[in-house]
């Protein structure tokens, strides 16, 4: 350390101002201070699904929903990623699942997202278990005031029209009320959560 | 089943705004206007840009002072192939720039033909924008200035 460095302070201690009040140069003198700055990150990448997903990626485009089952503890997941992320072991098995199952938990959004003009605000969110699913995926719960989502309300999945299937998942357009009876949730702590010992 | 592979575009985009506390703003603020402004330490040293804390004492610094508009190249990488939403759509130089008036550097880019054009110790002068609202993208970028022009 050079000799004429000045002692440090001490880095716990709190500064002796958060906001002190600055000096502006004679060149800035009386301008219009900027405040807040528009700071975007912007990511585009080429995606590529794996085997797995492509599996799931090219049914959707047949209208069906494939999951995959892990030989080791018979979890089923959609949508695959290809490993049973418990027992850690590839999915020995593809499995093709009913476009229905059940609200496990839902959020209704009020604020709009920049940029997502069709997401109109309020909307509900839901997290799905479909029927034969050990997990549950992310969809827009439609054609119901979000105010009338719960947990447990059976859905059925809104596909796309026939001539607008594409290999995506966009091709759900979300998951409309089936009006069966709900289904039974007693241990509200299990939801969104898996064990290795659950069926 | 078809053994093309699938891909799709995918883009993470995140438009945040934040707010700049009053240094970081005088900084934005002497951009916008055409000014460069530094911050000057209890030792009369020069941070550009302005820092809001003393990097060693952790004072905070409240002092705005004006630095020059040209300086040197104190370090430079060459950019061969530009990426969207980069400063220029040709190659380039990203550089580590000492403002005249300034004891520290800003990285920022410098526009220069090609990578043999570049060097350590080089002069180079500020490029503004006509259209500036308060970024560090107001300034376009640097130029080197001819040694005609330095001798």
Request: net charge negative; aromatic share 6%.
């Amino acid at each position: 350390m050079s000799a004429d460095r000045p002692e440090a302070r001490d880095p716990l201690a709190a500064p002796a101002a958060l906001s002190a009040p600055v000096t502006l140069p004679e060149a800035l003198a009386g301008a219009e201070p900027v405040e807040s700055v528009c700071t975007p990150i912007r990511m585009a990448y080429t995606y590529t699904p794996g085997r797995a997903l492509s599996r799931y990626l090219r049914a959707m485009a047949d209208k069906r929903i494939l999951g995959e089952r892990c030989g080791a503890t018979g979890q089923v997941f959609v949508p695959p990623r290809g490993v049973s992320p418990l027992a850690g072991a590839a999915t020995s098995e593809v499995v093709e699942l009913a476009d229905t199952g059940y609200v496990e938990s839902f959020n209704i959004t009020r604020v709009p997202i920049e940029r997502r003009p069709d997401l109109k605000p309020p909307y509900c969110s839901a997290w799905i278990v479909l029927d034969g699913a050990s997990v549950g995926f992310l969809g827009l719960v439609i054609n119901l005031a979000p105010e009338e989502v719960r947990i447990g309300m059976r859905v059925r999945a809104v596909w796309k029209p026939d001539e607008e299937l594409e290999t995506s998942a966009a091709n759900i357009l979300g998951w409309e009320p089936t009006g069966e009876p709900d289904e039974v949730i007693t241990d509200y702590e299990r939801i969104g959560r898996i064990e290795a010992s659950d069926p | 089943m078809s053994s093309e592979v699938l891909q799709a575009p995918l883009v993470l985009e995140y438009p945040f705004t934040r707010s700049t506390g009053p240094v970081i703003g005088a900084f934005l603020t002497g951009l916008r206007d055409g000014v460069i402004c530094g911050i000057r330490r209890a030792d009369g040293t020069v941070l550009c840009p302005p820092q809001e804390y003393d990097p060693l004492t952790a004072e905070p610094l409240t002092e705005l002072v004006e630095v020059g508009q040209a300086g040197e190249v104190v370090t430079w990488a060459w950019n061969g192939d530009p990426r969207p939403m980069q400063p220029f759509d040709r190659p380039f130089a990203w550089a580590l720039i000492r403002l005249d008036g300034a004891d520290t550097s800003m990285l920022h880019a410098v526009f220069a033909p090609s990578a043999a054009e570049m060097s350590t110790g080089m002069r180079v002068r500020v490029v503004w924008r006509t259209e500036r609202e308060g970024h560090i993208a107001d300034i376009a970028g640097f130029e080197p200035i001819p040694a005609v022009e330095t001798a």
